[in-house]
Structure formats: structure tokens, C-alpha cells
């Protein structure tokens, strides 16, 4: 069964923190995206990738920056953790080239982060 | 901008009967549109996806319409059970997806 494997299920950081959050796959899927979801505002779309060393902003980049050295692994890192950035974060991936594909995407499980 | 919506009140709904869910987008013409279930404390699990050549599309008990006149997709869930009492988002976008806020689906034994 194809996965994608978030490395916390919950997580505890204090303000200030350098946080990094996991996310790997085992499809050799191209495609990778992080997404928080807050109540009341949806899932949002933070930062993607295409493709190996290859990122781009999504539409809350704010706070963030993201890395993907290897085709199956994409981290998503919270430089400077704020009390805003408390959110359940869910990472997903899906094949085919320039993110689309008929199959849809596979999320992850989620981390919840709390930052106090 | 552009927008997804979904009715943000629950759908409360008997077993056995249709459930019946909307999605309305405005300001785009998406070529697809998708549908996810999402389980409390869970990441969303894709359903179906259905183009805009296709009026209608069907797995197992749900079905899926598309009306780009109306700008709206139905979600039906046929013979409900309260395994299905869960929140089910619509999403499009061709090469990254934008959602909809999701419609919580409660089925009443």
C-alpha cells in the first residue's frame, strides 16, 4: 500500500525554535506539497515541489522555507516558530509531471504542532 | 480571487437514505474538480476525480456531478451507513490543488 510518512504525529515547540517537520514517500512520486489546516479556514497550501531540489511558494509561504534534496523526502522547516504557526500540517505527494495527476494525491497522517 | 465553497453546517442524515453534498467555485473554469473524505485527527483520502466532459461519475455508493454552467459539483452518498459520517472536501486546480473548506457528514444509526 503506498505511503507517505510524517515523522511526529504531535509535536511541542516552545516560540522562537527552529522546527523542522518530515515527510517522506515510497511511490517515486514527483510531486510533494505541504498544506496546514486550521479550523474554519480549510487546508491551505504552504510551499510545493515538482521535482527534486525544486520548490515553490504556495499561498502562505510566510514563515516557512521547505527542502528536498531527495526525490522521496520533503521537509518542511519553521525558521523561527510563532504561536500562529500552531496547526495541524499535512503533507501529500502524487505522480506525473507538473503536479497533476488523475489518481489524485496521498496525504500523510498529519502532525499536529503546538507552539506555546 | 478565486473561491471554492462548501456549506460549512453539518448534514445530519439517517442511514440509508442520500446524502447529498455542493461545491461552488467561482472565478476559475476548472478543467477537474476532486473529492477527498477526511477523518477526524486524519490527513484527507481522495475519492474521485471527475472532468469537465463528464456530467457524472460513479464509484460504489458515491457519485459525483458537474455542472460548469452552474459552476457546481454534487457529491451524493447513496444508502447511507454511519461509517460514512465523516468530512468530505472538493478541490480543484490542475497542477496544485485548492480546497474547499469541507461539509461534515454525520449518518444516524
Known amino acids: 500500500d503506498v505511503k507517505v510518512t510524517q515523522s511526529s504525529r504531535y509535536l511541542v515547540k516552545r516560540t522562537g525554535e527552529k522546527v523542522f517537520l518530515e515527510c517522506v514517500q515510497d511511490?517515486?512520486?514527483?510531486?510533494m506539497f505541504w498544506y496546514r489546516q486550521d479550523p474554519g479556514l480549510g487546508l491551505r497550501l504552504i510551499y510545493f515541489?515538482?521535482?527534486?531540489?525544486?520548490?515553490e511558494k504556495g499561498d502562505i509561504p510566510e514563515g516557512y522555507s521547505v527542502s528536498r534534496e531527495k526525490k522521496e523526502r520533503f521537509s518542511l522547516i519553521l525558521e523561527s516558530a510563532s504561536t500562529n504557526q500552531t496547526s495541524m500540517y499535512l503533507c501529500?505527494?502524487?505522480?506525473?509531471?507538473?503536479?497533476?495527476?488523475?489518481?489524485?494525491?496521498?496525504f500523510g497522517s498529519g502532525t499536529r504542532l503546538t507552539v506555546v | 480571487s478565486q473561491k471554492i465553497e462548501q456549506n460549512s453546517e453539518a448534514l445530519n442524515i439517517q442511514e440509508g437514505k442520500t446524502a447529498t453534498l455542493t461545491c461552488n467555485y467561482t472565478?476559475?473554469?476548472?478543467?477537474?474538480l476532486q473529492w477527498y473524505r477526511q477523518d477526524p485527527g486524519r490527513g484527507p483520502v481522495f475519492l474521485l476525480l471527475?472532468?469537465?466532459?463528464?456530467k457524472e461519475k460513479r464509484k460504489e455508493r458515491l457519485k459525483v456531478t458537474f455542472d460548469t454552467t452552474l459552476k457546481q459539483s454534487l457529491f451524493h452518498i447513496t444508502a447511507s451507513q454511519p461509517a460514512d459520517s465523516a468530512t468530505y472536501l472538493c478541490?480543484?486546480?490542475?497542477?496544485?490543488?485548492?480546497f474547499g473548506k469541507g461539509n461534515q457528514v454525520v449518518v444516524i444509526p
Open positions: 501529500a505527494s502524487t505522480p506525473g509531471t507538473g503536479g497533476f495527476s488523475a489518481s489524485g494525491y496521498t
Open positions: 511511490m517515486d512520486h514527483e510531486n
Open positions: 515541489s515538482y521535482d527534486v531540489k525544486m520548490k
Open positions: 471527475i472532468r469537465e466532459n463528464e
Open positions: 478541490a480543484y486546480g490542475n497542477n496544485r490543488l485548492a
Open positions: 472565478n476559475y473554469s476548472p478543467a477537474y
